[in-house]
C-alpha cells in the first residue's frame, strides 16, 4: 500500500501541553502536506512543505521534513481544546501524478 | 467563493437502490477528487479529474461505481445497486494546478445502505 502511516493512531493531552504526531511514507515525494479533519466535517489544509525544506512554522504549528528517514512531524504547541481534531499527513505518491495519498490519521484530544 | 458543495450532507437507502452523490467544485480549480472515509480503511482515493477528464479511476471498487464530470462546476458519483459495505462518508475535493496543491474538501456525503 502506498499509504502513510501515523503515530501515534491517538493522543491525548492537557491544554497547554504540545502535542507531536508523526507521518512515515514509503514513495519520494514532492512536497507533503497535513490536513485536520473536525469530527463530522471535511478535511481542512494545514500546512505544506517542500522536499527541500526541513522545516516550517505556521502560528502554533511546527512540520519537520527528513526526505533521508521519508518522515515527517507535526508539532502543535500550546494545545487549545479547539485543537481537538484527526490530523493527516498527506503525499503524492511515485510517479509525479495528481494523486493525493492520506495516511491513517491520528485523533488528538485536548482536555481542558 | 462558498467552498466545495456537497448533496445530499446524509443518504439513507436501502440496499439495491441506486445512489447518486453531487460535487460542485471551487470555480476555477481544475482538479477534481471522489475519496471515501471508513473506520476500516482510512480515506481512500476513488477516481480523480483534470479539466474534466478521469485520469486515474484505480481506486474505484467495482464496476457498481461510476463518476462523471459532464462539465467544470458539476460532478457526480453514482452507487449501483447499492450495498451495506458501501456505507461511508464521500467527500469531494478540488484544487488547482495538481502535483503538489493543496485541496480543499466538502463536507461530505455520509451514506449508510440498509
Known amino acids: 500500500s502506498q499509504q502513510g502511516e501515523e503515530d501515534p493512531q491517538a493522543l491525548s493531552i492537557q491544554e497547554g501541553e504540545n502535542a507531536t504526531m508523526n507521518c512515515s511514507y514509503k514513495t519520494s515525494i514532492n512536497n507533503l502536506q497535513w490536513y485536520r479533519q473536525n469530527s463530522g466535517r471535511g478535511l481542512v489544509h494545514l500546512i505544506l512543505?517542500?522536499?527541500?525544506?526541513r522545516e516550517k512554522h505556521s502560528g502554533r504549528l511546527r512540520v519537520t521534513l527528513d526526505t533521508s528517514k521519508k518522515s515527517s512531524s507535526l508539532l502543535i504547541t500550546a494545545s487549545r481544546a479547539a485543537d481537538t481534531a484527526s490530523y493527516f499527513c498527506?503525499?503524492?505518491?511515485?510517479?509525479?501524478?495528481?494523486?493525493?495519498?492520506f495516511g491513517q490519521g491520528t485523533t488528538l484530544q485536548v482536555k481542558p | 467563493d462558498a467552498g466545495v458543495i456537497q448533496s445530499p450532507r446524509h443518504e439513507v437507502t436501502e440496499m439495491g437502490q441506486e445512489v447518486t452523490l453531487r460535487c460542485k467544485p471551487i470555480s476555477g480549480h481544475d482538479y477534481l477528487f471522489w475519496y471515501r472515509q471508513t473506520m476500516m480503511r482510512g480515506l481512500e482515493l476513488l477516481i480523480y479529474?483534470?479539466?474534466?477528464?478521469?485520469?486515474?479511476d484505480s481506486g474505484m471498487p467495482e464496476d457498481r461505481f461510476s463518476a462523471k464530470m459532464p462539465n467544470a462546476s458539476f460532478s457526480t458519483l453514482k452507487i449501483q445497486p447499492s450495498e451495506p459495505r458501501d456505507s461511508a462518508v464521500y467527500f469531494c475535493a478540488s484544487s488547482f494546478g495538481g502535483h503538489g496543491g493543496e485541496l480543499f474538501f466538502g463536507e461530505g456525503s455520509r451514506l449508510t445502505v440498509l
Open positions: 512543505i517542500r522536499s527541500n525544506e
Open positions: 498527506a503525499f503524492h505518491g511515485s510517479g509525479n501524478t495528481g494523486k493525493l495519498i
Open positions: 479529474f483534470n479539466n474534466n477528464v478521469p485520469i486515474d
